[in-house]
Each structure stands twice: as C-alpha cells, then as structure tokens.
C-alpha cells in the first residue's frame, strides 16, 4: 500500500471508530482507535481475513481474561501469565498476527474494577471489536488500489532499467560503480514487486470468467518476474566478469552483442504485446529462439576450440549459460503471451504512473 493511502486509511477508521465509540456513549472509546490502527490492510480481501483472525483472537483473549480474573484475580503475575497462555495458544492456532492486539484486550479487561466485572469486561471487549469493524468498513469504502496497474507498470520499469544496463554493457559503455550500485537497487525493487504481485494474487473476482482470464494473468506476470530476474542475472554476470568480458575477442564480442539485442528486443516487444500496443508474429519469434539457441551453442564450441585456453574461458561459459536461461525464459513467455492473447483479443490494462511503495 502506498504510504499516503496507508495514512489516510489509519486516519478515517481512528475517526470513525472514535466517532461511533462517542455517539454509543462507551467508556474508554480510545480502545476502538487502538484496534482500528491494527486492523487497517491494503487491500479488502486481506481486511476480510484481518477481521476474521481479530474476532478470533479477541474473543479467546476475552474468553482467558474473564476466566482468570474469576478464579485468581487480577494480580499482575496473573496478568503476564494469562498473556503467556495467550500467547501460545495463539501460536498453535497459526493466528500470531493478531497476537499484540488480543493481548491488549486481555489486560484491559484484567485491569477493570472487580465491581461488576463481567459487564465491564463485555464493554471493553465490544469497544476494541467496534475498532476493528471501523477499520474494515474504510477499507469497503475507499476504492482499493488498481495493483494490477501497478504491477503491470512495476514490472515494465525495472525489465526496462535493466535492459538498458545489458544495452550499455554490450557496448562496453557502462560505469562498472554505477552499475554495480544500481544492480542492488534493482533487487530491491524486484522483491518490491513480488509484494505487488502477492497483493494483486489476493484480489477476490465475482464471476466464473474473470476467475479464469486473472489465473492465466498471474502465470503471465510470474513469469514477467522470472524473465527480469533472468535479465537481471545475465547483467550480473557481465559485471562480474568485467575484466574478461572485455578480454572477449572481438568476433565474439560482437555476437554476444548481437544476441543479446535480439533478446532485449524481444523482451520489450513481449512487455508491450501482452497489453496490445505491440505485434509480433508468434511462429517467427519461435523461429528466432531456436536460432540464438543454435549461435549460442556454435559460439561457445568455436571458443572451445582456439588454440589457447586462457582465464576467459570460465567467464564465456558463464557467460553462455546465462543467455541461455534468460532465452528460456523468454521463449516461455512468448508461449504465455500468446496464449492469453488468442483467449483475451480485447483485453487492455490502462497503464498509470505508480510508485513502486506499498
């Protein structure tokens, strides 16, 4: 979630939760804000299941508060082990995430007067609940952000930042400290995008197509991921082998060159058709993959036979192998791509500026 929806969202539930806390005249009405703080989510779906796992948490936090207090008091070694058992029971029920704020219900209702205990402690307990409803009505009602959008744009941005290393590197133009600095920016980032991809996968659709045209779309975005992460690999490796890649002959160097276009061009053109501003004819691309398969392979046997084998030698094999999977994984989408795009012909995604923050 963006930081400044994130604001917003924490904002009007604290609001709202203060607001009817007030208006029903409850004691205490600070609790709802602190439970709707804990309950604010991204998106709805995992709202729906926050809520859910805070109903469950709550209710067993209440259920150990009210029991220990009835029959050992509110001593505050009582309190801390209560919060243990809580805690654990917590655990065994994979329900962990709603630990700090079942843990909150517990000591406020142990630490209410002993008069008229119970009526209390249903007070408090329908306070902090109140919260989190808050908390996921705002989430209902403001419109969720377009992840699709911002994951179609998140992955496009980073293949292009590193397509045009791989451009520079081919060329040997690249600043070898720049590069090597950018390349850890560019991991971040495609873990950056993986949360996105994760926050798109959550999104609930309402009709039997849908479900079936965003399933194609996932494998299709999982692979955009995997073929960055593969582009990203091969920038890697020329940056390692600086020395060597250099030391290359030229006749090589010119046909990792040539190779390398051929698959930036074809990774660029894929990002594009898979939103319908591009064209490509499926069974050329094919064609095309056999055939940097084929140099790929007449390359590296030329270069096994010169007549001295010196320390490039590893770095070309490296080097190779590289291309390779990044061309696999390239001809892997183009399968995809071209599969969704005989299903879903009118399919367009309206493409925005996004930041990659969640």
Known sequence: MKLGARILKTGLAIVLALFVAELLQLPSPVFAAISAIFAVQPSIYRSYLTIIEQIQGNVIGAIIAIVSVLLFGNHFLIVGLAAIILIMIHLKLNIEKTISLSLVTLIVIMETPNEEFITFAIIRFSTIMLGIISAFLINLILVPPKYETKLYTAISDITNAILKWIRLKTHQAADHLL?????????????????????????????????????????????????????????????????????????????????????????????????????????????????????????????????????????????????????????HLEILVNSFRSYHREDKIDIKSDSLQI
């Open 179 to 331: 590069l090597k600095q950018d390349i850890d920016k560019l991991r971040e980032q495609l873990v950056q995008t993986e949360q996105i991809y994760l926050l798109y996968k959550e999104e609930r659709t309402f009709s039997k197509k849908h479900t079936q045209e965003k399933l194609r779309k996932l494998v299709i975005y999982r692979q955009m991921i995997t073929a960055s992460k593969k582009a990203l690999d091969l920038l890697k490796k020329m940056s390692s082998f600086e020395n060597q890649f250099s030391s290359f002959p030229k006749p090589f160097l010119y046909r990792i060159h040539s190779i390398s276009e051929r698959l930036i061009s074809s990774h660029e053109q894929l990002i594009l058709r898979y939103i319908g501003k591009a064209v490509q004819i499926h069974e050329e691309e094919m064609d095309s993959y056999e055939d940097v398969q084929h140099e790929l392979l007449n390359m590296y046997r030329e270069y096994q036979q010169l007549e001295e084998m010196d320390d490039t030698y590893c770095g070309m094999l490296k080097l190779v192998a590289s291309l390779m999977d990044y061309k696999d994984q390239l001809e």
